[in-house]
């Protein structure tokens, strides 16, 4: 991800903005739930030829890819939506080749992210969500990455295409523009409006743009895209301030989080993936967390 990149990490504060005292007072309203907390752990693709021998078993096939990657991670967030719709034999497709605790965030077509009314009751916005509700249980969390250009003065168009998006189909929106961002009344009513219709609001921990990592919670679960720096110190150690977060707020009520690991041409992302797994379970005990191991560990382990 080039968004938010820096050439040099000097002088970066990577430290996490306070907790916003809202967050605890809206987790508190969420109410009980009978089902245990999950944190979905997961990269950007599976295409991955540098995984195998690594990650995926010696020999694997391009075919057999995305099976492997289901084994190691149980989320992914799922960029090739973004340039087509899929069609229901891909999705089934899909859907049958992971287990049964993967849940799919899908990225939506940049056709309806970026045009200029969102798409708002087009066919390509119906043709989407028909096919994609075809992921059924295994359909997380979809997620709508608005260009940098779309700024709080848009509100309007935003307020028109949730009151028309399906609300059996979770939903994140991902923002970028610096007045969502500000201190304004204009901002604290756009988070409203996602809390109001029940839509997640994507968390940004990047170098270069540390406004779009805010801290706020919209909906009984959060999504994180963590971009690190090819394991560099600071990776490491952002991860623990997630974890020292994210048990907070599982503490509170959080019922779910997707957390994607992004490195560098997404060589890394599992191994930081490993790392935010090992630390998470052993700061939430109580929280299930699936995350990937190396194949030699796999094969050890299954020696005894």
Same mark, same amino acid.
């Given at each position: 991800?080039?968004?938010?990149?820096?050439?040099?990490?000097?002088?970066?504060?990577?430290?996490?903005?306070?907790?916003?005292?809202?967050?605890?007072?809206?987790? &508190?309203?969420?109410?009980?739930?009978?089902?245990?907390?999950?944190?979905?752990?997961?990269?950007?693709?599976?295409?991955?030829?540098?995984?195998?021998?690594?990650?995926?078993?010696?020999?694997?096939?391009?075919?057999?890819?995305?099976?492997?990657?289901?084994?190691?991670?149980?989320?992914?967030?799922?960029?090739?939506?973004?340039?087509?719709?899929?069609?229901?034999?891909?999705?089934?497709?899909? &859907?049958?080749?992971?287990?049964?605790?993967?849940?799919?965030?899908? &990225?939506?077509?940049?056709?309806?992210?970026?045009?200029?009314?969102?798409?708002?009751?087009?066919?390509?916005?119906?043709?989407?969500?028909?096919? !994609?509700?075809?992921?059924?249980?295994?359909?997380?969390?979809?997620?709508?990455?608005?260009?940098?250009?779309?700024?709080?003065?848009?509100?309007?168009?935003?307020?028109?295409?949730?009151?028309?998006?399906?609300?059996? !189909?979770?939903?994140?929106?991902?923002?970028?523009?610096?007045?969502?961002?500000?201190?304004?009344?204009?901002?604290?009513?756009?988070?409203?409006?996602?809390?109001?219709?029940?839509?997640?609001?994507?968390?940004?921990?990047?170098?270069?743009?540390?406004?779009?990592?805010?801290?706020?919670?919209?909906?009984? &679960?959060?999504?994180?895209?963590?971009?690190?720096?090819?394991?560099?110190?600071?990776?490491?150690?952002?991860?623990?301030?997630?974890?020292?977060?994210?048990?907070?707020?599982?503490?509170?009520?959080?019922?779910?989080?997707?957390?994607?690991?992004?490195?560098?041409?997404?060589?890394?992302?599992?191994?930081?993936?490993?790392?935010?797994?090992?630390?998470?379970?052993?700061?939430?005990?109580?929280?299930?967390?699936?995350?990937?191991?190396?194949?030699?560990?796999?094969?050890?382990?299954?020696?005894?």
């Amino acid at each position: 991800m080039e968004f938010g990149k820096l050439p040099s990490l000097a002088g970066v504060d990577f430290s996490l903005p306070p907790d916003l005292p809202e967050n605890l007072d809206f987790l &508190k309203n969420l109410g009980a739930s009978h089902s245990k907390p999950t944190i979905y752990l997961g990269a950007t693709g599976y295409a991955m030829k540098d995984w195998v021998g690594k990650w995926y078993p010696p020999g694997t096939k391009s075919t057999e890819f995305l099976r492997q990657y289901g084994l190691q991670f149980n989320t992914i967030e799922h960029n090739t939506t973004h340039y087509a719709i899929p069609n229901l034999v891909t999705v089934e497709r899909w &859907k049958n080749e992971v287990p049964a605790d993967f849940r799919y965030c899908p &990225k939506l077509p940049q056709t309806i992210s970026h045009a200029s009314n969102l798409g708002l009751r087009s066919a390509q916005l119906r043709e989407f969500c028909q096919n !994609i509700s075809a992921l059924e249980e295994k359909l997380g969390c979809c997620f709508m990455q608005l260009p940098p250009h779309f700024s709080i003065q848009n509100w309007r168009i935003l307020d028109a295409f949730l009151d028309d998006f399906p609300r059996e !189909i979770p939903l994140a929106i991902e923002v970028r523009h610096e007045s969502f961002f500000e201190k304004t009344a204009a901002a604290d009513a756009f988070f409203q409006l996602l809390a109001d219709a029940k839509t997640t609001v994507v968390i940004t921990d990047v170098a270069g743009r540390r406004d779009v990592c805010h801290g706020r919670l919209t909906s009984e &679960k959060t999504m994180v895209r963590f971009v690190g720096n090819d394991l560099h110190p600071t990776d490491f150690q952002r991860i623990e301030w997630w974890a020292e977060r994210l048990k907070l707020w599982f503490g509170a009520g959080l019922r779910e989080a997707y957390f994607f690991t992004h490195e560098p041409d997404n060589l890394l992302a599992p191994d930081l993936a490993k790392f935010a797994g090992e630390v998470f379970s052993e700061k939430m005990p109580e929280v299930l967390v699936r995350f990937p191991k190396p194949i030699s560990m796999v094969v050890q382990g299954s020696l005894f």
